[in-house]
C-alpha cells in the first residue's frame, strides 16, 4: 500500500471536515463557530473550556462531535464533593485479596467535564494532570490514557456562588476558551421541531481514532513563514506591553508564550479545514480569541466599564502594524 503524501492528507481532511459538518448539522442547529473551533482543538492536540448558560445542548454538543469522530465519549458531572478517584479511578481488593485497578470515567477519548469550577481544587487539579501529562498516577503506577484524548471542560457563567473558580495558571491549559450564546430566533425554532417529536436524527461515524491521530500529526508538519510566525508573537506580546495604551488602559495581566504557540497550531489547523496549505495572518486572527480570552486579566477600569476581552483583542489587532 502506497503512503498518502501530506498534500493528499490535508486535501483529504479538508474534505471529511466538510462532511463532519453536514453530519453534525442532522443534530446541532447552529453553533457552526463553536463547533469549527472545537475541531481545530481535538486535530490540534488541545482542550476547551466552554462557558455558557445551561440549556445550550453543551453535552449533545459533544456526544454528537465524539460519534461522528468515532471516539469514545464520557461525561463527569462535577460536584462538591467529587474526590480525584471518583474520575481516575481506584484499587481494590479482588476476590483473589489482589489489589486491582478499576479504571474511572477519566478513560476515554472525549472528556466532558461539566461544571469543572463546581469541584474543590484538588479534584480540579487530577484532571488537569490527565489533561498535561496524557497519563494518570494510582498508588504509584502509571496509567496512560486512550489515545486520542481530549477534555472540554464547561463553566456556568452566572452562578458563581459555591464554585472554585480555576486559576490563571490552570485555565491556561486550555488550548481555547469558547463563549456558547443563544441561539438565533430561526435557529430555536427549528430545535424546538427537530427535539419535540419522536424522531432522533444520527450522525454517522466519519473518522477512525487512528485517522484523527494521522491528521493531528499533520498539523504540526503544516510549514509557516517566519512573517506569520513574529505576527502571532507580537500580538501576544501586544497584551503585556505597557507602552501600548490599550495593554495600559484595559489589561493587568498579559497572555505568555503558551498563547503564541497555541496561535500559530490553531492556525495551522484552520488552514488546513479552509483547504490551505500554509497558514497566514488571517488564520491567525481567527482562532486568536480563543487562544487568548482566558489568558488576558482585565484591570478594574475594564470591568467597571463593562469592556470584553474581545472588544480588547479585536483593538489590538487592528493597532499591528505590519
Known amino acids: 500500500m502506497t503512503p498518502i503524501s501530506e498534500k493528499d492528507l490535508a486535501i483529504q481532511l479538508h474534505n ?9 448539522a442532522k443534530v446541532i442547529v447552529g453553533q457552526d463557530e463553536v463547533i469549527k473551533e472545537t475541531i481545530i482543538s481535538i486535530f490540534s492536540k488541545g482542550h476547551c ?45 479482588n476476590e483473589q485479596k489482589q489489589f486491582q485497578f478499576i479504571k474511572g470515567p477519566i478513560f476515554a477519548n472525549i472528556i466532558l467535564a461539566d461544571e469543572i469550577n463546581r469541584t ?21 503506577k502509571l496509567y496512560p490514557l486512550p489515545q ?17 473558580p480555576l486559576p490563571e495558571a490552570q485555565l491556561d491549559r486550555f488550548m481555547f476558551s469558547i463563549q456558547l450564546d443563544y441561539p438565533k430566533f ?12 419522536n424522531q432522533q436524527a444520527r450522525v454517522s461515524k466519519i473518522f477512525s481514532e487512528q485517522q484523527i491521530i494521522q491528521y493531528q500529526e499533520l498539523v ?3 510549514p509557516v513563514t517566519d512573517f506569520v510566525v513574529e505576527y502571532a508573537v507580537k500580538l501576544v506580546q501586544q497584551t503585556r506591553d505597557k507602552s501600548n495604551n490599550i495593554t495600559k488602559n484595559w489589561i493587568e495581566w498579559g497572555a505568555g508564550p503558551r498563547a503564541s504557540q497555541y496561535l500559530i ?54 493597532s499591528i502594524k505590519l
Open 265 to 318: 497550531i490553531g492556525a495551522k489547523c484552520h488552514a488546513l479545514l479552509n483547504g490551505k496549505f500554509s497558514p497566514d495572518r488571517e488564520d491567525v486572527n481567527a482562532v486568536a480569541n480563543a487562544v487568548l480570552q482566558h489568558r488576558i486579566v482585565l484591570n478594574y477600569k475594564a470591568e467597571a466599564e463593562s469592556i470584553k476581552p474581545k472588544e480588547i483583542i479585536q483593538q489590538l489587532i487592528d
Open 120 to 140: 474543590p481544587p484538588k479534584t480540579q487539579s487530577a484532571l488537569l494532570e490527565a489533561m498535561q501529562e496524557q497519563q494518570v498516577t494510582v498508588a504509584g
Open 49 to 93: 473550556l466552554l462557558i455558557g448558560v445551561p440549556g445550550l445542548a453543551k453535552t449533545l454538543l459533544v456526544k454528537t462531535i465524539a460519534d461522528a469522530l468515532g471516539l469514545q465519549f464520557s461525561r463527569i458531572q462535577f460536584t462538591p464533593d467529587l474526590m480525584p478517584s471518583d474520575i481516575l479511578g481506584s484499587e481494590i481488593l
Open 16 to 24: 471529511d471536515y466538510q462532511t463532519l459538518k453536514k453530519e453534525l
Open 220 to 222: 504540526r508538519k503544516v
Open 148 to 164: 486520542p484524548f481530549f477534555v472540554l471542560a464547561t463553566q456556568n457563567p452566572i452562578e458563581q456562588e459555591g464554585t472554585y
Open 186 to 197: 430561526e435557529e430555536e425554532v427549528q430545535i424546538v421541531k427537530q427535539t419535540t417529536t
